[in-house]
């Protein structure tokens, strides 16, 4: 089975930075997708953002947009989300996904494998 493990959450003040992990294993599939997205008490899980490595392409929620990026580290097979100038209203837990397929996906359900969470909490 796909199973994946977020970690680097944790509290950090308004305008620090974090940087999130996922680790992947069990997956079969050589094209895939990454998504990251994140849910604050009381919201819906929202979109943050997502990488297709086959396709070269990325993309970002407005919300975070210029603040957050998605990498890969291929020697570690981990995925990152660099989260620069936080502010309180990015905190949530934050869960990565992954799909097959080389087209970006912004929604939910487009995606079947899910990890645990990790919690960023941003301090004013």
């Known amino acids: 089975q796909v199973q994946l493990l977020e970690s680097g959450g944790g509290l950090v003040q308004a305008g620090g930075s974090l940087r999130l992990s996922c680790a992947a294993s069990g997956r079969t599939f050589s094209s895939y997708v990454m998504g990251w997205f994140r849910q604050a008490p009381g919201k819906e899980r929202e979109f943050v953002a997502a990488a297709s490595w086959s396709s070269g392409n990325t993309y970002y929620a407005d919300s975070v947009k210029g603040r957050f990026t998605i990498s890969r580290d291929n020697a570690n097979e981990m995925v990152y989300l660099q989260m620069n100038s936080l502010n309180p209203g990015d905190t949530a837990v934050y869960y990565c996904?992954?799909?097959?397929?080389?087209?970006?996906?912004?929604?939910?359900?487009?995606?079947?494998?899910w990890g645990q969470g990790t919690q960023v909490t941003v301090s004013s």
């Open positions: 996904a992954t799909r097959p397929g080389t087209n970006i996906a912004r929604q939910r359900h487009e995606y079947p494998y």
